[in-house]
């Protein structure tokens, strides 16, 4: 960052880094451990958990979109003079490139002889580092197409956004291995085992590139109240749009699809998480400074993602704690393991900075 971003550092962006990373480590931990007969939603903690949980991932998205776009629009250059272009295809490489690695079906790099179908379909599924590696592809496409028309960074990721988000109930519908090599096909729907595929995800991503685009644009404006209102408004209309659009198509054929990919699922998210963002943005206008734990946790989001994965599911290389106790521990055990994932993780990041070994963030 520059010396100027330090000085003025956006604290709501720290906070929704940090926040997005965590849920995400206590969400995996007990998802994969909690057993069958806890996962009720008569239960409330259950039932909140379980709201927040399906938020996770738009969080994280959006987040990435947000801080990527925002370090991207600082440097004032020509698209093909910006440094950021060079680390943003090197970050897209490194993100794909990882997260085929966490799902390699063998240990013995270069055989594949004792592989099953099962195991190459979970290695060719699409997960959170692909589609944040294609989604931040996506944003440098979107800021090039932005600055050659000279249309402006709002229209062209809010189009570019909806290009991904309005197919994307109608793609997931699509068995696209008939017509598409399995590993390109599980980037259009989940039908194959893809947890993220770019109909809608990637437009979480995009869609955040607006709002980092115009706090690069706007500097100081965070620290307005009018700003935090302004996102929380506009939260609040799209929830409310969700509330009609629910009312007038309960029974629609829309109702068929998977709840991820469904036009109301989608703007509720939306929804949620810039009224989640707006409200983190009015608390920190009083907060001068925070906890430097806190932007560590945020800087090493990468690290924190790859280590707490192999912990919790293992690789091809180590088991993990799903293999010993997936979905078998009741909610007092998987509570704990879950403050003690999040403690490592916070820990691991602490030691690291001590020693000054320095570790990137999933986005920069």
Known sequence: MTQTDKKHRIIFIDLMRAFAVLQMV??????????????????????????????????????????????FRLVDEPFENNPRVKKGLKRFFLLVFLGYLLRFPTYKVFDFSNVSKQQLDIFFAVDVLQLIGFGLLFLMISAFISEKLK???????????????????FFNNIDWSKYLPQPIANYFYSGQGSLFPLF?????????????????????????????LRIISIGIILVAFDAIYVFFNLGSSLSKYSSSYTYDTIIFRVGFVLILTGIVSYISQSLNSIPRIIILIGRNTLLIYVVHLV????????????KIWGNSLPASFTIIIAIIM??????????LSKFKIRNKQLVT
């Open 151 to 169: 249309i402006g960074d709002t229209i062209t990721f809010l189009l570019i956004g909806l290009f991904f988000i309005i197919p994307s109930p």
């Open 200 to 228: 809608p995800w990637a437009g979480y991503v995009i869609l955040g590139g607006i709002l980092g685009s115009y706090l690069a644009k706007n500097p100081m404006v965070f620290k307005s109240n009018s700003f935090s």
């Open 311 to 322: 912990i919790i599911y293992g690789s091809a290389w180590n088991p993990g704690l799903f």
């Open 26 to 71: 206590q969400g995996h931990t007990v998802d994969a451990l909690l057993a069958p007969e806890y996962r009720l939603l008569d239960y409330p903690a259950y039932s909140v958990w379980n709201f927040m949980r399906g938020m996770t991932a738009p969080i994280f998205m959006f987040t990435s979109g947000t801080v990527f776009t925002y370090l």
């Open 342 to 351: 999040i403690t490592l993780m916070t820990f691991m990041v602490y030691i």
